[in-house]
């Protein structure tokens, strides 16, 4: 039974401030959505402040390192060089990449090519060539923040049923963000993004989703794209999570590696897609703190 809080008590958040000129009527604000059924955010899902400024630092460096990769991804290279470079950008710049030997993970980035819906590890022996379509999927450890976004790059001139699946994924994100702000809820964000890529012919992955990130690398809550409107977790100010759909040309249906048990595939061997972000729902609406 955690102790109630009286109003000149020292906030929870850690800001220093008294309960009543800090959270307090937020925290009866997030009651009354419980009384009436909603799932709500626990404390330890809000940032504070000092929270959130580390994390932007982190975020600055994450977007840094993809800049990075942008400028030399090309046909020729291996999925290697990328994970060198993502290495080295993000060592040079005082961070660590948090991929790496995370859960056993063996690489410093995540590189996802064509049919490979997520997880993909780098590799020397695995050479881009013209037409491929790639996620590169960087997190950053900074000061002890964590950030985590990701983009897609197309290799020269792809199909035009390739290229437009790569918008799309990217459009899907972008009506997912313009769904987060505070007093609504994940399924906004969810159904936005699942209703974009139905009405363009694809299908949404259902078991690998979004997370909570700053603190930890994953964190509460667990974050889905294929949730409806008013369901899901509410959104409060503090609350940080990726919007990471991956959007599969054919059907939604994926299988793992068994030789790695990390690289997700999709069942029917069509080309899957994903962008990520990572966004900070704020008083107002919501700031993006990774793209
Ligand atoms: N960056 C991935 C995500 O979006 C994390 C994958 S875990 C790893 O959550 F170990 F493979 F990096
Ligand atoms: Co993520």
Redesign the pocket.
Known sequence: MKKQLHANDPCWCGSGKAYSGCHQAFDERIRAFRRQGAIVPTHNMIKNEKQIEGIREAGKINVAVLDYVAERIRAGITTDDIDRWVYEETTRLGAIP???H????P?S??TSVNDQV??G?PSTQDVLVEGDIINV???TIYNGYFA???RMFIIGETTPEKRRLVEVAKACVEAGLEQVKPWGFLGDMGQAVHDLARKNGYTVVREVG??G?GIQ??EEPWVSYVTRRGTDMLMVPGMMF?I?PMINMGTSAIFIDNDNE?TIYTEDGQPSAQW?IQVLVTPTGHEVISW
């Open positions: 948090a991929p790496l995370y859960e056993g993970f690489k980035v995540c997520c997880h590890i999927d960087c997190s985590d976004s990701s979004g997370h990130v690398f994953h990726t990471e990390w990520e």
